[in-house]
């Protein structure tokens, strides 16, 4: 599993000299995002001060982590690549198609029937093109990566949009789609728009019942799902030293959720001790030679508001305890007052399941704390009124805490173990304590708890707390619990408190495992034979995209998509992942959980060359077969939540040309133009009501198509009226020649082939 050290030397052999240039260059004292960004130029030493929230630049990034659901897809593009080899380290993990049921050892051997086709796909595309590869119950993506691969100032991409959990460790790593990371295992530069820069400086210390989740949720409430959207988000003070570098993932890892490019803290002592811990220790050597460029220089933290485009201010001594949601991570409400507020809004009381885990908070210290929690009501014999459910991060996470008798204390408290993998985070979960979807709720430390998410029923109110907090709220067995100041009555009628939970940062005597679930590639993977079958209903090699060219008239209206429309709505998880390989079989679920604005119904769409109403695939597929293109449009923020380029190949793939939303989230912007298609934006919000659902669409200047100019698209409505609206893209030169050429990868083709 070895990280490459050489690499990681080199970068730090090249950071001083670079960032020295990019202070000259930029006139000022830098913050840590900065200097990582200049040191990882594609060009090498900085010429030039980028505008941050404007340029497009081109970086190098330092490594690649795929996980099983997007790495099929990556993988696929990559292979009609035409390399040998992937040109920066990269790993693939197995971690999203495991489904949580009765326990770790029999749910990982049903994944290991059920799945095995993919997963031998991807073993052996990793160990053809020199892919480290983990295997299924290793571990989560980003926890494996915290544990063995992230190092302080590297730059590092994922098809992943918690990849930013990396930041916890002093990278700017990113979450991407398969198609950009396809592009840097072809050995090409990956461009991002030079990121505008949120500071947020902590202070004081966190006490009681207050943990590192809280600092994001906290955070998640002030600037909500899309305040971080095209920024860095810069954690620094005297708090942030406070903190533990897995409690620092936490706080990154959740910055997705909050729409942030990326999250990153300065190198300090936790992060050393965590490397050490890790086994990691020449990094940690040759971190500390160059420290100074491994976090931000004094003079920015001194005076934030001169640095920063936006500053917050957080003291970690007054910071309470959160829970937030439902249905949105930002919702977010202190322990004490959720209980009015869910009287309020109707949320049901009675929690049903707590669950402890995913990448957010699955780290040993993460487990003490809840187990020091789940351990008194054992010892003051309460009995836990809601279901149990832990998801280890990693096997040596798991392999430790069972060790140290961590493990125990849980299933002492009838906890199920699943899984080190993704589990109920990611819709994987079959949950047997329900009939059907009946309104509950559930608490749980993950990021996300969008409807749908955990268990696929609308119905459920997902909380998202630290893992302390789900286990007292799973223990009480109700969402108005607040442990700071309630009792809870245990079986001898006596009542009792929980008192604040103690964790241990680091396992005292060091992390073990026996098998890490890590197989190295062979050195020349020209022999290793990849197959995949033509008949597969999980995996499809890919065939090109023809490019739709400058001419598109008579395009249908497919869905005007009203309210949230995440990725999880675009191409829905759970059960589809199963078909994440496979292009044409995943396109039945596109825009399947999508609200039309015509009705307010889900997948129920006007056709209009049969005035019926269908399902959004159907009625897709009608167009497509009639070679007639179509339009989708949707309201702030679309395609927030995951990286999965599915969201954007799906459409592609059946027929849809363009998207016109209000906003875009980052990662889905990028993905539409990478498969060749046009993501557009209302220059006048107002203009999405003027969509109607028979509406006919002209694009009137295309053949213009060119960098900061508006385009005009004519909409014909039903009764022969016209409105002409003007429209905004971010393509750059280089993101039209894609859609020239149908897609990115029509272009690396071209360009390997020449
Ligand atoms: Fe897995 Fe959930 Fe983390 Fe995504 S957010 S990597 S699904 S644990």
């Given at each position: 599993m070895a990280f490459d050290i050489d690499m990681i030397k080199k970068v730090y052999k090249t950071m001083p000299e670079r960032v020295d240039k990019a202070r000259q260059i930029v006139g000022k004292p830098l913050t840590l995002s900065e200097k990582i960004l200049y040191a990882h130029l594609?060009?090498?030493?900085?010429?030039t001060a980028f505008t941050r929230g404007k340029d497009y630049v081109d970086f190098a990034p330092d490594r690649i982590a795929l996980q099983d659901a997007t790495a099929q897809m990556a993988l696929l593009q990559f292979m009609q690549a035409?390399?040998?080899?992937?040109a920066v380290p990269t790993t693939t993990h197995c971690d999203h198609l495991i489904q949580a049921k009765q326990g770790a050892a029999p749910d990982l051997k049903r994944a290991n029937e059920t799945s095995s086709e993919v997963f031998d796909f991807l073993a052996s595309v990793s160990n053809k093109y020199g892919i480290g590869f983990w295997k299924p119950g290793a571990g989560i993506i980003h926890q494996v990566v915290l544990e063995n691969y992230a190092f302080p100032g590297g730059m590092m991409i994922g098809t992943?949009?918690?990849?930013?959990?990396?930041g916890g460790l002093g990278m700017v790593a990113i979450g991407v789609g398969g198609a950009d990371a396809v592009d840097v295992m072809a050995g090409m530069a990956w461009e991002l728009r030079f990121p505008k820069l949120i500071g947020v400086k902590l202070t004081g210390n966190l006490n009681g019942w207050?943990?590192?989740?809280d600092v994001i949720l906290k955070v998640a409430g002030i600037?909500?799902?899309?305040?971080?959207?095209g920024a860095i988000v810069e954690y620094f003070g005297p708090g942030a030293k406070n903190l533990s570098c897995t409690g620092k993932g936490t706080i990154c890892n959740m910055g997705a959720e909050i729409g942030a490019t990326t999250s990153t803290f300065g190198y300090d002592d936790s992060m050393e001790r965590f490397l050490r811990a890790t086994d990691r220790n020449e990094v940690a050597d040759e971190a500390n030679k160059i420290r100074e460029y491994?976090?931000?220089?004094?003079e920015v933290y001194e005076d934030p508001e001169s640095y920063f485009d936006q500053v917050i201010e957080i003291n970690l001594d007054t910071l309470r305890p959160h829970l937030n949601g439902p249905f949105t991570p930002d919702l977010a409400t202190p322990v004490g007052q959720l209980g009015k507020l869910a009287k309020e809004k109707g949320?049901?009381?009675?929690?049903e399941w707590g669950l402890i885990g995913s990448c957010t908070n699955s780290s040993y210290e993460d487990l003490t704390r809840a187990a020091s929690i789940a351990k008194q009501a054992v010892d003051k014999n309460i009995k836990a009124k809601s279901d149990f459910g832990i998801n280890p991060g990693s096997e040596q996470i798991r392999f430790t805490a069972e060790r140290d008798g961590i493990l125990k204390i849980f299933e002492d408290l009838d906890a199920t173990i699943f899984t080190n993998a993704c589990g109920p985070c990611i819709g994987q979960w079959d949950r047997?304590?329900?009939?059907?979807?009946e309104k509950n709720t559930i608490v749980h430390s993950f990021n996300r708890n969008f409807?749908?998410?955990?268990?696929?029923?609308?119905?459920?109110h997902a909380f998202v707390g630290s893992p302390e907090m789900v286990a007292a709220i799973a223990i009480s067995g109700?969402?108005?619990?607040?442990p700071m100041n309630d009792v809870l009555i245990n079986e001898d009628g006596e009542e009792v408190r929980l008192d604040p939970p103690q964790g241990i940062e680091l396992p005292p005597r060091g992390f073990d495992v026996e098998d890490a679930g890590y197989i190295e590639p062979v050195e020349?993977?020209?022999k290793v034979d990849v197959s995949v079958s033509p008949t597969s209903e999980r995996l499809q090699l890919l065939e090109p995209f023809t490019p739709l060219g400058n001419k598109i008239t008579g395009?249908?209206?497919?869905i005007k998509a009203f309210g949230k429309c995440t990725t999880d709505h675009i191409s829905m998880a759970g059960?589809?992942?199963?078909?994440?390989?496979h292009l044409d079989n995943i396109s039945?679920?596109?825009?399947?959980g999508a609200v039309n604005?015509?009705?307010?119904?889900?997948n129920f769409i006007k056709n209009q060359l049969t005035g019926e109403f269908g399902g959004v695939p159907d009625v897709a597929r009608d167009y497509k077969a009639k070679g007639i293109h179509t339009i989708v449009v949707g309201d702030h923020?679309?395609?927030?939540?995951?990286?999965?380029e599915h969201a954007a190949m799906e459409p592609r793939h059946l027929g849809v040309a363009a998207v016109l939303v209000k906003s875009f989230a980052r990662i889905h912007e990028t993905n539409l133009k990478k498969q060749g298609m046009l993501g557009l934006t209302f220059?006048?919000?107002?203009?999405?009501?003027?969509?109607?659902?028979?509406d006919t669409i002209n694009f009137?200047?295309?053949?213009?198509?060119?960098?900061d100019k508006p385009l005009h698209i004519e909409f014909v409505h039903a009764d022969g009226s016209k409105d002409v609206i003007k429209v905004n893209h971010t393509y750059n030169q280089q993101q039209i020649d894609w859609y020239n050429e149908g897609s990115a990868l029509n272009l690396i083709k071209k360009e390997s082939a020449s």
């Open positions: 594609w060009d090498g030493n900085p010429t035409g390399k040998p080899k992937v992943d949009s918690h990849t930013v959990n990396a207050t943990a590192s989740k600037l909500t799902v899309k305040g971080g959207t491994l976090t931000g220089d004094p949320w049901p009381i009675k929690v047997s304590d329900l009939k059907g979807d409807s749908k998410r955990a268990d696929g029923n609308p119905n459920t109700r969402l108005d619990f607040d020349d993977g020209s395009a249908k209206l497919l059960p589809w992942l199963r078909y994440r390989g039945n679920n596109m825009l399947i604005a015509f009705g307010k119904k889900t923020n679309y395609g927030e939540g995951s990286s999965r220059d006048n919000e107002s203009d999405y009501d003027l969509i109607q659902e028979d009137l200047d295309l053949d213009q198509f060119a960098p």
